[in-house]
């Protein structure tokens, strides 16, 4: 005798199949991180309006077997961070070579990366160890990988599962476990530009189950976004733009100063991985987000998939959080950390963008090593820093919002007239509340365009969250100026009509 489920019953029968399989029941009252939906440019998560908020490690806290993910966690959450990103594995870097990492996570030693693929009894993987078998899972990975993002979920801090990534070069290429090479599957791409397109042969349909196994795997849990892939643009970059248009060719239109998008077939790809994972959660209870990493620097988003619920850029400006406000989608800065060990670039970094109006900030934290979870590395290891210092600072920025209605802000370009000497970010609910980040140095006068009101004025020392000057005053309407207290890279302002 035939039974018929049903969607529910289907549903109901596949969470019992996963959780059978080593992942928890889904068991949290509230649905996974999405979109507010008061305000899509920031998030819900376990009923609360949310940015997030990161200065993490550089991504290999599940494959490299050697980090302390535990540690590393019970930090971040110690010094108020709520982010952090993994990758899923397609993807590893070779140690103290790739990008100048001395000490990368994200490049384990020899025979210390764990992928989501068994390994064969055929000796020869460039990285250490025998090939991969594509064709059998790894549980010892899928152990980790979920027991990885129960930890995280225990101190409410959201995952970023980048599922892929660009291959960069030789470098990079050598080790991929796509590299016919390095498995036992006789994958048939040759051309490491070609491995994140629709041509790359037999390899997509590892690909397939691979990002259908993730997504599974993970569906029990409510802290986890799925990003298609880590940099599109860097395998086969098309010039769109530059940032600095005045300065001479051949300079003007080459890395670091071009703004280079995903061409035709990395787009066609990017939607075959989205549609995978959208038809894959079509069978499970739980849909998650899924981000799409677009470029470098800032764009006008020209093609955006119909399933991307935040846009992320690296390197942003804040204008990538402008220019783009208008998709009502968050808008991420996903990754920075290669101008140098001061922290304090980072810090602005992060004031100016989410006061533009963006949803996420993340920073890489090379003061996170193995044997060093705890963020402690203070020898220099890599193009950036990272700190206690900076994650503490950073959790000021966290804490500033949260003092404010979140889901009632919008980036206001009309309140400051004038700052003598700086740059100000708004984000206001107008006639109310004011959350003002000025960047530079003061003391300095600004000059602000107010409705009628009683208003409360506190000046926060972005370093150490000190109240640097609290100021009050009646206003009939129009201009208020404003003198400020002494500050050094960056004051904020609470500004609010009582």
């Not at 928890?24 to 998030?43: A, D, M, V």
Request: include cysteine; charge should be negative; charged fraction near 20%.
């Amino acid at each position: 005798m035939a039974i018929s489920l049903g969607k529910a019953g289907l549903a109901l029968l596949l969470l019992v199949l996963v959780s059978l399989g080593g992942a928890p029941l889904f068991s949290q009252t509230f649905e996974p991180i999405r979109l507010h939906p008061k305000n899509p440019h920031y998030f819900l998560f376990r009923g609360k309006p949310t940015v997030l908020i990161t200065s993490g490690e550089h991504y290999g806290s599940v494959l490299n077997a050697d980090f302390d993910y535990k540690k590393y966690l019970v930090t971040l959450a110690a010094d108020g961070m709520n982010f952090t990103r993994i990758f899923g594995g397609s993807y590893v870097e070779v140690p103290a070579t790739s990008f100048g990492i001395k000490r990368n996570t994200l490049a384990p030693q020899p025979g210390k990366f764990l992928a989501p693929w068994m390994r064969s009894d055929v000796g020869g993987y460039a990285g250490g160890g025998n090939k991969f078998d594509l064709s059998k899972w790894n549980p010892e990975y899928f152990a980790r990988y979920r027991e990885f993002l129960g930890e995280a979920a225990k101190f409410g801090t959201v995952v970023e599962i980048s599922l892929f990534s660009s291959t960069y070069g030789d470098v990079q290429w050598t080790v991929s476990p796509f590299h016919s090479a390095n498995n036992v599957n006789g994958t048939e791409v040759s051309d490491w530009k070609q491995v994140t397109t629709l041509a790359n042969g037999n390899v997509l349909k590892f690909q397939e189950q691979y990002v259908r196994k993730l997504v599974r795997e993970a569906n029990g849990f409510d802290n986890v976004i799925f990003e298609i892939q880590n940099e599109p643009w860097s395998d086969q970059p098309v010039l769109s733009s530059v940032v600095n248009p005045y300065l001479p060719k051949p300079g003007r239109d080459n890395y670091p100063n071009s703004v280079d998008l995903a061409g035709e077939a990395s787009i066609a790809w990017q939607g075959k991985v989205a549609e995978w994972i959208a038809s894959e959660e079509a069978l499970l209870p739980n849909k998650h987000l899924i981000a799409q990493n677009y470029c470098n620097f800032y764009f006008p988003v020209r093609t955006l998939l119909p399933q991307a619920g935040i846009v992320n850029f690296h390197y942003a400006y804040p204008q990538a959080a402008l220019d783009n406000y208008g998709l009502e989608k968050a808008i991420g800065y996903d990754e920075t950390g290669f101008l140098g060990r001061e922290d304090q670039i980072y810090l602005r970094q992060a004031w100016n963008f989410i006061l533009s109006g963006g949803g996420t900030f993340d920073g890489l934290d090379y003061s996170f090593s193995v044997g060093h979870e705890d963020g402690g590395d203070t020898e220099a290891n890599g193009p950036g820093g990272g700190s206690a210092t900076l994650r503490r600072q950073l959790a000021i920025l966290q804490r500033f919002l949260q003092g404010f209605s979140l889901t009632e802000l919008r980036p206001d370009r009309n309140v400051v007239k004038h700052a003598a000497g700086i740059s100000a970010r708004v984000l206001s609910n107008p006639g109310r509340e004011y959350a003002i980040y000025l960047d530079g140095s003061g003391p300095t006068e600004l000059t602000l365009e107010l409705p009628k009101g009683h208003y409360s004025v506190e000046w926060i020392n972005v370093a150490n969250g000190a109240v640097l000057r609290n100021e009050s005053f009646a206003h009939s309407c129009g201009s208020r100026v404003l003198t400020s207290p002494k500050f050094n890279d960056g004051v904020a302002l609470r500004v609010v009509n009582q």
